[in-house]
């Protein structure tokens, strides 16, 4: 089994910063892509970005310049620093992980229980 555990989400006035931390732990031989997704009340959930075992990154537009995506391997640790923070802002955030297991060769989707992100005007 796999676990993500999230950290780091909040209460923040409008232009502050939140760092998330998402650490991965369980039986896991090799993750592949890592990211952060969230959930506004009454919307889909959403990319927010992503980055490959590799260090390519995609970013969605609203957060391009504001939101730092980076990853530790060795720690199995994904990151999203959160900059020039707005209300619009505000939702769940999930990190997402593609992970191999030990003894399996296709890899499978794992979601944290997610961090709320509140930014207030």
């Known amino acids: 089994q796999v676990q993500l555990a999230e950290s780091g989400g909040g209460l923040v006035q409008a232009g502050g910063s939140l760092r998330l931390s998402c650490a991965a732990s369980?039986?896991?031989?090799?993750?592949?892509?890592m990211g952060w997704y969230r959930q506004a009340p009454g919307k889909q959930r959403e990319l927010v970005a992503a980055?490959?075992?590799?260090?390519?990154?995609n970013y969605v537009d609203s957060v391009k310049g504001r939101f730092t995506i980076s990853r530790e391997n060795a720690k199995k640790t994904v990151y999203l620093q959160m900059n020039s923070l707005q209300p619009e802002d505000t939702a769940v955030y999930y990190c997402n992980a593609a992970v191999v297991p030990w003894r399996n060769i296709v890899a499978r989707d794992y979601w944290g229980q997610g961090t709320q992100v509140t930014v207030s005007s």
């Open positions: 980055i490959t075992s590799g260090g390519t990154i």
């Open positions: 369980g039986n896991i031989f090799r993750i592949n892509d």
